[in-house]
């Protein structure tokens, strides 16, 4: 069994900054790729930004040059640092792991969202 807990959204103003948190638990034995999507009402879930276990990085074209994603292999914890915050990023941001559990196999694990607003 493994777990995605997420922490950090909440309410900002414009122009304002938030970081999201992920942390992994559970049966792990390696997470490969890490990574945040968002997902509106009645929309697909999109990506935002992911990371590799090396520490590669690929963002959707809306956040690049604001949006930060890093990771503490560590601590199996994600980060996506957002800057410069407008209405257009609001949204459900879910966390997303590529894990290896200690039985040998690899699986794909979700977190439970947390809710980003941005107040214009």
């Known amino acids: 069994q493994v777990q995605l807990v997420e922490s950090g959204g909440g309410l900002v103003q414009a122009g304002g900054s938030l970081r999201l948190s992920c942390a992994a638990s559970?049966?792990?034995?390696?997470?490969?790729?890490m990574g945040w999507y968002r997902q509106g009402p009645g929309k697909q879930r999109t990506l935002v930004a992911t990371?590799?276990?090396?520490?590669?990085?690929n963002y959707a074209d809306s956040v690049k040059g604001r949006f930060t994603i890093s990771r503490d292999n560590t601590k199996n914890t994600a980060y996506l640092h957002m800057s410069r915050l407008n209405p257009a990023d609001i949204d459900v941001y879910y966390c997303?792991?590529?894990?290896?559990?200690?039985?040998?196999?690899?699986?794909?694990?979700w977190g439970q969202g947390t809710q980003v607003t941005v107040s214009s």
């Open positions: 990371i590799t276990s090396g520490g590669s990085t």
């Open positions: 559970g049966s792990i034995e390696s997470i490969g790729t």
């Open positions: 997303y792991a590529r894990v290896r559990t200690v039985v040998a196999v690899w699986g794909d694990y």
